[in-house]
């Protein structure tokens, strides 16, 4: 992988002057690939990971097993792709083993949610069925931990 991509995809609010710096290229260059990268549809966005706890923003997730009917001609990727394109839905994924997608809803409570996938889909012709797991409290999203090492104030032991 490209040392600039390696490097945007750790933090991608370093500076081009920064990355520049870096990677021992001009900014220029730097500002060059990143825009190919982009119209490349390489690079899809930029994200930024809050801490909703401290922000007090009240968001409900659940991951949610789906199992489905392969279309033919089609596949996975046809109804994958449909089910995608919800609001609710902020990723989704095919996967091995004993269900064929796995996908991340949110909404702003339990009952949005439960509404989703009832209503939703598991009414989409092809969905055989679903499994609903909610998500309590992230301890690290996206490589990033959402706290900072506590001190456990133990004595240190020695021999």
Known sequence: MDPLLKLLRENASIKPSALAAMLNLSEQEVTAKIKAYESDQIILGYRTILNEEKLKVEVVRAVIEVKI??????GFDRLA????K???VKS???MSGAYDLLVIVEG???REVASFVSEKLATIHGVLSTATHFML????DQGVLMTRERD????????
């Open 69 to 74: 009917t392969p279309e033919r001609g089609g």
């Open 81 to 84: 792709e449909r089910i995608a």
């Open 86 to 88: 919800y609001a609710e």
């Open 92 to 94: 989704c994924y095919l």
């Open 108 to 110: 702003s409570g339990l």
């Open 137 to 140: 409290k992230p301890y690290k």
């Open 152 to 159: 456990e104030g133990r004595l240190p032991v020695t021999p």
